[in-house]
């Protein structure tokens, strides 16, 4: 049984209660376990230091983002029953914990205790932290869904824009940066951001709250916005019943596959930016701070993009947007790997619109099972489709890392490195261009009856 502070009942708003206060609390959250987007601040000074290969420094970020679907997957039901003071709480204690095991790990050159410190525990920590304020906002935000998660979404992806300078000032004060990093001195990063982050998480889950279930926003309308064709479903699907359909595995696939595309630069994003211009900094120091900055653009690139081009999917369609993620996407995919580092600015612009378009799909997604599945379980359903963000996650940086890794034992230099793995993500986002168009309306032998979703239909429940 939850705890008494946790308990959802202690946490309902009282009449009058602002829900302008829920996207701050939410944001706490997302922000901060957002700072997985900033792994690759961390990859130099662990190869460095800890004598290990691009992959396997890869590996915490990995298993991280693997248990983040996961998770979200196994827990979303229990998120949804227990409240979201609850899943913020085990969120908070989980990725804290996850930064301290690490810690511990790396003063006693433990590699293996940063893997399952920062992969997995943190992991947990990612993927419960992620659904529980996507939820909550839905709830308070019935009449504005496209704006309430991107709200959400947006502080996931936008986390790393604070955590990518902070650890590279935590590094360079920590005496860990450099080609002789203190692998202390990284130790001592873990354990004050760790800190910092407990704090900044507890915002979050002392300043939820839920709507009672017969709260409603001013003036809003359930039947008016059905009749506007807010929800594009003609019927409600179960989440047991979602998984059975091929829309949810081609939405499965084009998720993973967008994901794939993102999340490979985002977690080399510092070397891959050093390799392709090495002389454009006067010292490895002044590289380093340029390789830091890129990552925090394209972490800010990643979190305006979930708001920007879902809030434009409200208007020209869910599956129009994913073939503007995945099409254009593989354009600029194969601009870079033509051009290589010819052109500073067009490589920067590229990169930018490939992070934007990756923090879309997960923004957009959420929209679009709505549109598929209405709105009964549509949390469950997100939580599953998720997995494919896990799978995304060995994908990308396996592809990435692994590729480059093989062509630097050929003695391959610079971009020339990335191009074999450039190819293979410009093959997958074809793939899930073509899985797009075939997505068509989900057949009603799937839909639930009429009497057991009408609360659902109205915006009380939404998983």
């Not at 800890?50 to 229990?78: C, D, H, N, R």
């Not at 380093?288 to 708001?307: D, K």
Request: proline share 6%; with cysteine.
């Amino acid at each position: 049984m939850t705890a008494g502070f946790l308990e959802r009942r202690r946490i309902v708003a009282r009449p009058g209660w602002s829900r302008w206060l829920v996207p701050p609390a939410a944001l706490s959250i997302h922000l901060a376990i957002g700072q997985a987007y900033a792994w690759s601040v961390f990859k130099s000074p662990l190869e460095a230091g800890m004598q290990i290969s691009g992959v396997m420094s890869a590996l915490p970020f990995t298993l991280g983002i693997i248990m983040l679907g996961l998770s979200a997957a196994v827990f979303g039901t229990k998120v949804d029953t227990n409240g979201p003071r609850w899943a913020m709480v085990v969120a908070t204690a989980c990725f804290v914990t996850g930064f301290l095991v690490s810690a511990l790990g790396l003063y006693l050159r433990q590699y293996w205790m940063l893997v399952i410190g920062y992969g997995i525990i943190g992991g947990i920590g990612l993927g419960i932290g992620y659904i529980s304020p996507v939820s909550t906002l839905m709830k308070w935000f019935p009449d504005r869904p496209g704006l309430s998660t991107g709200i959400a979404i947006m502080g996931f992806g936008g986390g790393a824009l604070i955590a990518s300078p902070l650890t590279q000032q935590l590094l360079g004060a920590n005496g860990a940066t450099g080609q002789s990093p203190d692998v202390d001195g990284i130790a001592r990063t873990f354990l004050i951001m760790g800190v910092i982050y407990a704090v900044f998480m507890s915002v979050g889950w002392l300043l939820i709250r839920v709507p009672a279930d017969d709260w409603r926003p001013a003036g809003w309308d359930p039947e008016s916005a059905k009749a506007k064709g807010k929800v594009v479903a003609p019927g409600h699907v179960s989440a047991n019943n979602a998984i059975k359909t091929p829309q949810f595995w081609l939405l499965w696939v084009v998720l993973c596959f967008n994901v794939t595309a993102g999340i490979g630069i985002l977690e080399r994003a510092a070397p891959i930016f050093k390799d392709f211009f090495p002389g454009g900094a006067t010292s490895p120091t002044a590289l380093a701070a340029a390789a830091a900055g890129f990552v925090a653009m394209l972490s800010l690139a990643n979190s305006l993009g979930r708001i920007l081009w879902s809030t434009t999917s409200d208007w020209a369609g869910r599956k129009n947007m994913y073939r503007l993620y995945l099409g254009v996407g593989a354009l600029l995919y194969l601009t870079i790997t033509l051009t290589t580092n010819s052109n500073k600015v067009l490589f920067l612009i590229c990169t930018i619109l490939i992070l934007s378009f990756y923090g879309a799909g997960f923004a957009t997604v959420p929209a679009y099972l709505r549109d598929l599945f209405g709105t009964y379980q549509v949390g469950a359903i997100h939580g599953r489709l998720l997995t494919a963000w896990s799978t995304a996650g060995v994908l990308g940086p396996l592809i990435v890392n692994a590729v480059a890794d093989a062509e630097i034992a050929q003695g391959v230099q610079g971009p020339a490195r990335y191009t074999p793995a450039f190819m293979i993500v410009i093959v997958l986002l074809a793939i899930g261009f073509v899985a797009n168009e075939l997505i068509r309306p989900v057949n009603p032998r799937f839909h639930e009856p009429a009497e057991a979703t009408v609360r659902s239909a109205e915006g009380v429940k939404t998983s």
